[in-house]
């Protein structure tokens, strides 16, 4: 997997994203990412976050979608 021992992921207000979307299974199974911070306007679709058992925190500037199953077995 991309990434495997990504543990903390940030994106800051400045940075400029291909899309708003967070893909479904994106971040799948990432299990040692432990802290997500996106300050964007994101959609996260089902399964992005899915089996990432580290995660402890996540926090986004605002989510205008959030899809079921999007932290699953987090």
Same mark, same amino acid.
């Given at each position: 997997?991309?990434? &495997?021992? /990504?543990? #903390?992921?940030?994106?800051?207000?400045?940075?400029? /994203? $291909?899309?708003?979307?967070? $893909?479904? !299974?994106?971040?799948? !199974?990432?299990? #040692?990412?432990?802290?997500?911070?996106?300050?964007?306007?994101?959609?996260?679709?089902?399964?992005?976050? #899915?089996?990432?058992?580290? /995660?402890?925190? &996540?926090?986004?500037?605002?989510? #205008?979608?959030?899809? $079921?199953?999007?932290?699953?077995?987090?």
């Amino acid at each position: 997997k991309k990434f &495997a021992s /990504l543990t #903390n992921l940030i994106i800051s207000d400045e940075s400029v /994203l $291909e899309s708003s979307i967070i $893909e479904s !299974g994106q971040f799948k !199974g990432m299990k #040692n990412l432990v802290s997500v911070s996106i300050m964007q306007d994101v959609s996260l679709m089902s399964d992005c976050f #899915n089996d990432c058992s580290s /995660l402890k925190s &996540a926090v986004f500037k605002s989510v #205008n979608t959030l899809n $079921e199953r999007t932290f699953k077995s987090c």
